[in-house]
């Protein structure tokens, strides 16, 4: 498709160029012209009538995304005009590399890309030490950390695309993996928490915060501050005795501030120390919880707080708490979330539920700043990008009070190259028989099943007697189909399919082991024997599958951890295929793992209807100490 753009296209010619080769859209002098015009409406327009097309547009985003419509539109080559409401000033996404992937420059460019066509306009990298920081050599060393020019060349692509990069560190807690070396001992409250009140402490916070910033075009910054949960009770309780953890926590934030103040930044943190130490249970999310009005006098006014909630589907609770959040005399930036952390798939049922009951009563309420957070707690299993649709879907948020899902569907396949249902499918990794209706609970059988040791089998008594071979057979199946007809995320589906075929075998091979030798039963032990055999393979197969797409995202840097997972199922299934053969050749008398009686897997959350469980990897794979 040849195009000519000409008006108000100032400032928008680098981005056009690239979103144009994404598109396969030639811009040349002889081409159809489209009529660019800026204007201060709170709205967009792309439309095509007799001939002429148009274009009107807010900011550079609006333009994008505006372009994008008007190309998917005029494919049919009949008249159309199209007008979009924008709901939000700011809406993104704020992706975690600081559990172990990192991402590429090459990866944050394509997310960039989509994120332009889709009409997000904010991108925050979740970096607690990934990004160098030159006086701590130490600071995310064989972490995969960004170097100072990969953040620069990150943001000159969002800026021409009309997206701000904003970092996003961590001035306070959820610093382990910065701690633990000794440079930090004079830094360290506890494992994970910064010495509040010291010198030393301030001097690397003004070091990370001069660091984090200088790449960037943006003036804002997130400090983080979050889930400090032993605040004020490691080394700081030693020196300085009991104080009440409010005034830490203002004195702290207040000092913080201030170093931003020095660089000219808005900080924005995460809200929930404050809640949770008005809450007599430290509960986030407590309806009841009161924080006292002399603290909210003394927290600083020039800084944005963060509500972050990925867990109610509840449209009323998101009201209340925003209210809650506007005691602080402001409005509150919105944070919500795209399950991709906890598993290996993401949870696109709590991710729809959540999502669309949040963004409502954002709308309702006004609230003008959201964002999306894609964790990637306990490896990273999951790739950043199957969480495309919930970025799609919080975009169609942002241009419409109501989100139409057939437009959903189609935007997405025009902004991605994805198919909808073949992602929103993967969801049925972990939504499996014995689960409620959109997982609210978390749970995670598809890693609690490929990770778990099939001599030990900690989860078989939760699984016992539910069709799950069956579910992941018919799963491979369309994780299959689905590899052809998304284009270059097929190799997701690659993996996903994998996945599948391993966890239709492996999902309840402990249990099949324990039957067979409780019954004595040597012709079914040595059957499952041979299975083992195949299996080990697959698993191999599975890991080459995930390598692949994680060498294409990530730096190599943390794809180690992953690596030995593999290769901690594949020992253990070597062992296990010994151990048979031993006991079926008489060598042994008896197989001490399997004599164990099962129990239910009961820790460390409550247990509820609907829900198989759910846990970290040291948790699933062993019942012993791990590491420590």
């Excluded at 000159?156 to 070396?181: M, N, R």
């Excluded at 944070?335 to 952390?341: L, M, Q, V």
């Excluded at 890991?543 to 901690?568: M, Q, S």
């Excluded at 129990?599 to 012993?624: K, N």
């Amino acid at each position: 498709m040849k195009l000519h753009l000409e008006g108000d296209l100032q400032g928008l010619e680098a981005g056009l160029s690239v979103v144009s080769m994404e598109l396969g859209c030639t811009l040349r002098p002889d081409g159809l012209v489209i009529q660019v015009v800026r204007s201060d409406d709170n709205q967009l327009e792309a439309g095509f009538k007799d001939g002429k097309g148009w274009i009107r547009y807010k900011e550079p985003i609006h333009f994008f995304r505006a372009f994008g419509l008007w190309i998917q539109h005029y494919e049919s080559r009949t008249n159309f005009h199209l007008t979009e409401h924008i709901q939000f000033d700011t809406n993104g996404v704020m992706v975690d590399v600081s559990r172990n992937a990192v991402l590429t420059v090459g990866s944050v460019e394509t997310m960039l890309r989509k994120m332009a066509l889709m009409g997000l306009n904010r991108l925050m990298l979740y970096t607690e030490d990934t990004f160098a920081v030159e006086p701590y050599p130490y600071f995310g060393y064989m972490r995969g950390r960004f170097s100072a020019e990969q953040l620069k060349a990150c943001d000159d692509y969002a800026f021409s695309l009309g997206i701000e990069l904003v970092p996003c560190i961590q001035t306070l807690a959820h610093l382990t993996e910065a701690l633990k070396w000794n440079y930090a001992g004079d830094i360290r409250d506890t494992s994970d928490i910064l010495l509040v009140g010291s010198e030393k402490t301030y001097t690397f916070i003004r070091h990370l915060i001069e660091a984090a910033v200088a790449p960037f075009r943006s003036k804002n910054i997130h400090i983080g501050m979050d889930e400090a949960h032993q605040l004020g009770l490691g080394r700081y309780l030693e020196q300085n005795g009991y104080r009440k953890r409010f005034d830490i926590m203002n004195e702290h934030l207040e000092q913080v501030v201030d170093i931003c103040g020095e660089f000219g930044l808005s900080p924005m943190i995460w809200s929930d120390m404050y809640f949770r130490l008005g809450s007599k249970t430290g509960n986030y999310y407590d309806l009841n919880g009161q924080i006292p009005s002399d603290v909210i006098a003394d927290m600083p006014k020039n800084v944005q707080y963060v509500y972050w909630d990925y867990y109610h589907d509840d449209e009323a609770f998101y009201r209340t708490f925003i209210e809650k959040h506007r005691a602080f005399g402001s409005d509150p930036v919105f944070a919500g979330g795209i399950w991709t952390w906890g598993s290996v798939a993401p949870n696109y049922g709590k991710t729809m539920a959540t999502t669309s009951a949040a963004l409502n009563a954002c709308k309702s309420e006004g609230v003008r700043e959201v964002f999306a957070t894609m964790w990637g707690d306990n490896g990273a299993e999951t790739s950043v990008f199957t969480g495309l649709a919930g970025m799609q879907l919080f975009a169609e948020h942002g241009y419409s009070e109501k989100v139409d899902e057939a437009k959903l569907a189609e935007r997405f396949a025009f902004c991605t190259g994805g198919n909808w249902d073949d992602f929103i499918a993967l969801n049925a990794f972990d939504e499996t028989p014995g689960i409620s209706k959109n997982n609210m609970q978390e749970s995670n059988p598809s890693k609690f099943l490929l990770w778990q040791d099939v001599m030990i089998g900690l989860y078989d008594s939760n699984v016992q007697g539910l069709p799950l071979s069956d579910h992941y057979a018919d799963l491979q199946l369309k994780m299959s189909a689905a590899v052809g007809r998304n284009g270059d995320w097929g190799r997701l589906f690659v993996f996903y399919e994998q996945l599948a075929g391993v966890l239709r075998v492996k999902c309840d091979m402990g249990i099949r082991l324990k039957s067979a030798y409780d019954a004595n039963d040597l012709e079914q032990l040595g059957r499952i024997e041979s299975e083992i055999n195949t299996l080990r393979s697959d698993v191999d197969h599975l890991r080459k599958c995930h390598r692949t797409i994680w060498l294409a995202e990530n730096t190599p840097f943390g794809w180690e951890v992953i690596d030995i997972r593999y290769g901690g199922v594949l020992s253990r299934l070597e062992t296990a295929q010994q151990r048979i053969q031993d006991y079926l050749s008489g060598s042994v008398s008896q197989l001490e793992e399997l004599d164990e009686q099962r129990l239910f897997f009961d820790a460390p959350w409550v247990m509820r209807e609907g829900t198989l469980g759910r846990g970290s990897y040291h948790r699933i794979v062993t019942a012993g100490t791990f590491s420590g």
